[in-house]
């Protein structure tokens, strides 16, 4: 079974500065996906960023972006240009690539708050 | 907007009771997925239906069961309900199993 990690409860950054959260998985699959979802307090998951395995580059969103190394099943997100609304609940996530095209439940790590000081 | 709509928002019952919380994805989606969080098991998912049908079940306890109608729209029913079942019930619906997922607001449940 696929498991997820997020190693890091709690991070704290300063407005304008850029902060890295880490997430490790567990899989034997080769095709997948991961995501970064964020919660802020209104408790809304949104998505914020996605990544397809079989794709080198790291995607890129604005100011977040992700570090996927595959080999050692480390998936960071980086948000740069720190913003008082980036502050909430940052979920990694991962989904098998399912060829079958029906099922598609995410499997999330245990989250870690992100504290963003003005 | 993510245009998953879930009702009721807010939720207060007594152990022993049966609830129904309800979900209504987005136009089109054909997937509906329910996840539980909770302070102590974090996100989990529950159960998965497509087209009217189950596709995957996850952590999701005898007490509870689901269904999805033929106008896609999908109830969550939890009996039997313990202090333990306090939690935000989410909902999220997608076109496909490999299509990006979308999440209600979530239904907090409070279990007295």
């Known amino acids: 079974a696929q498991t997820v990690t997020q190693s890091q409860p709690e991070m704290s950054v300063q407005e304008a500065e850029t902060v890295t959260l880490s997430c490790t998985y567990d899989?034997?699959?080769?095709?997948?996906?991961l995501f970064w979802y964020k919660q802020p307090p209104s408790r809304q998951m949104i998505l914020v960023i996605r990544q397809e395995a079989y794709k080198q580059q790291n995607a890129t969103e604005n100011r977040f972006s992700v570090n996927f190394q595959k080999a050692a099943k480390s998936f960071s997100l980086k948000i740069s240009d720190s913003q008082l609304g980036d502050a909430a609940m940052y979920f990694c996530?991962?989904?098998?690539?399912?060829?079958?095209?029906?099922?598609?439940?995410?499997?999330f790590g245990k989250g870690t708050k992100l504290s963003v000081k003005p | 907007d993510s245009g998953v709509t879930q009702t009721p928002k807010h939720l207060i019952t007594a152990t022993g009771q049966r609830v129904t919380l309800r979900c209504s994805p987005r136009?089109?989606?054909?997937?509906v997925y329910w996840y539980q969080q909770s302070l102590d098991q974090g996100l989990q998912f529950l159960i998965q239906y497509y087209n009217g049908e189950e596709r995957a079940k996850g952590n999701i306890l005898e007490r509870f069961s689901a269904q999805q109608f033929p106008d896609l729209h999908s109830e969550l029913n939890l009996s039997s309900l313990e202090l333990g079942d306090s939690a935000l019930y989410f909902c999220?619906?997608?076109?496909?199993?490999?299509?990006?997922?979308?999440f209600g607001q979530g239904t907090r449940l409070t279990v007295v």
């Open positions: 899989t034997s699959e080769s095709d997948y996906y």
């Open positions: 999220a619906s997608s076109i496909g199993g490999n299509t990006e997922a979308f």
């Open positions: 996530a991962y989904r098998s690539m399912n060829y079958g095209g029906s099922q598609g439940n995410l499997i």
């Open positions: 136009s089109g989606d054909l997937s």
